[in-house]
């Protein structure tokens, strides 16, 4: 809640009726241009994960114009990409809270295509470290950029979908990754020295495309009139309402609802911890339970996919690619079919519901795995229908922190329990778990799945007592900005 503390001096009041306008928008080719120009980045993050993790073995091979080995690229510098994302959303969080949403998705997106470039030139393996955590930088900046513009420019009614089926965009890109790798580390087509640099120009091709999109795509005008812009703000969403009534061929319903803000320039980065933990414990609790529920649940899988299918069920290692792309493509259908319930049924039901069952269907696999009862079909088949729910809940979690905090600390509460999530995921996740597949012991890999099925099915008993009915709900419903003297109410009749 506001109080008169924060209201600076040399700002003003205002009243404005600019999140009730945007709420109430029909569907239109206008935010398709939004989440083809925004959402997009996730496909590219898919692309950038499964690319380098499936040309390290050519990297490490003689001729290959790199001196690097396979366990360097699937260590260190995965490692050092892990690390970027991280630093990369806590920084570029708080820019994009500091300077605007369109200026960071702009300048993420840039450092990303050149870290990319930078990365296909490499000639040493410093040099190749170097640029995979600035492409972890670039990317992490864009989780926070990106989720605070789309949540802020998506009408409530089709949020919760749109915000599902953007982040489980990363499948597609998974997919097209090791489709990708497959076509240009084959060495009749392009030489050993030659493919795998050819698969990063293509991530940048694909981001050059996206820039294009994206530079159409305008600030949020929730951010515009928090930060004293208020004349920008109303001209910026009387030219959407302009182009949207346009596309859909009637004219928009009148809006009664306001709010009044006191403008500011800027808040301290105190004030934003403050809210998120002292005034939001709750909210910051299940934050935290989700990303961390869901970062040791995928781990579990995906880790040691590979490893698991070689080393008990004979897998070539050359064929392990195919095995992920059925995986991948469980992973996008869940927040494809599912997304939209979360916007129906409810969040509370829907996030609890896909982290208790999938994590419940993780602990039956590890069951029928230790049993001996499973093929390298039948295993995949299983990791699947558990990824198809996990995937609408994690995408869920970050749905959940983009709209269940103030505007004013949207960006930086993404970035961080992105980090929190990523880190977990990233960094304990595969320490614990490398060591628990890689022994071919059955009951070593059944522990394995058993503590991320428990920490999956433990964040949903917590969604279930703490999750926000935000559904269908104006974001300043959901958590008044900082700076409002009043929520959203009916305009009065003077």
């Not at 709750?282 to 880790?303: I, P």
């Not at 961080?416 to 595969?430: H, L, M, Q, R, S």
Request: hydrophobic residues 50%; positive net charge; charged residues 15%.
């Amino acid at each position: 809640m506001a109080s008169a503390d924060l209201r600076p001096e040399g700002t003003g009041t205002i009243t404005t009726s600019v999140p009730a306008r945007l709420d109430r928008l029909p569907w239109s080719r206008w935010h398709w241009m939004v989440v083809i120009g925004l959402g997009t980045v996730w496909i590219l993050d898919g692309l950038e994960v499964t690319v380098v993790g499936n040309i390290a073995t050519r990297l490490s091979e003689k001729g290959s114009g790199l001196a690097i080995t396979s366990a360097q690229v699937t260590g260190v510098a995965a490692a050092l990409y892990v690390a970027g994302a991280c630093v990369g959303a806590l920084f570029f969080g708080w820019l994009t809270d500091r300077y605007g949403r369109k200026k960071l998705f702009l300048v993420t997106l840039a450092l990303y295509l050149g870290a990319t470039a930078l990365t296909g030139l490499s000639v040493h393996a410093w040099w190749f470290f170097l640029f995979r955590f600035l492409t972890g930088c670039g990317i992490g900046g864009e989780y926070a950029a990106i989720n605070s513009a789309i949540d802020e420019l998506i009408p409530a009614t089709y949020r919760g979908r749109v915000d599902l089926i953007i982040n489980g965009s990363f499948w597609v890109g998974a997919v097209g990754g090791s489709l990708l790798s497959i076509l240009m580390l084959n060495k009749s087509l392009f030489p050993a020295d030659l493919g795998w640099r050819l698969t990063f120009a293509l991530g940048v091709v694909l981001g050059l495309v996206i820039l294009l999109v994206r530079r159409n795509v305008p600030e949020s005008p929730r951010w515009l009139f928090i930060h004293g812009r208020k004349a920008e703000a109303e001209e910026l969403v009387a030219s959407i309402e302009a182009k949207v009534a346009a596309q859909v061929g009637h004219d928009l319903e009148p809006v009664d609802r306001e709010i009044t803000i006191h403008q500011r320039k800027s808040i301290g980065f105190g004030k934003i911890a403050a809210t998120v933990f002292r005034s939001y414990p709750r909210r910051a609790v299940l934050g935290l339970s989700l990303f961390v529920g869901q970062a040791f649940l995928y781990n579990a899988v995906t880790f040691g996919f590979g490893a698991i299918l070689t080393t008990f069920y004979r897998v070539p290692s050359g064929s392990t690619g195919y095995y992920f792309v059925v995986i991948a493509i469980g992973n996008f259908l869940g927040p494809l079919l599912l997304g939209h319930l979360f916007d129906t049924l409810g969040r509370r039901p829907m996030i609890t519901g896909t982290y208790v069952l999938s994590g419940s269907l993780l602990f039956v696999t590890a069951w029928l795995f230790g049993r001996g009862s499973l093929t390298a079909v039948t295993l995949t088949a299983c990791w699947c229908v558990v990824l198809f729910f996990a995937s609408a809940g994690a995408s869920s979690a970050y749905l959940t922190v983009s709209e269940i905090f103030p505007m004013e600390t949207r960006a930086m509460a993404i970035a961080f329990f992105y980090a929190v999530g990523t880190a977990a995921g990233g960094i304990t996740g595969p320490l614990l778990f490398s060591q628990l597949t890689s022994t071919g012991v059955a009951s070593d890999t059944v522990l394995a799945f058993q503590i991320g099925a428990a920490l999956m099915t433990a964040a949903g008993v917590v969604a279930a007592f703490l999750a926000v009915p935000a559904e269908r709900r104006s974001l300043e419903d959901i958590a008044a900005p900082l700076t409002a003297a009043t929520s959203l109410a009916p305009r009065s009749a003077g």
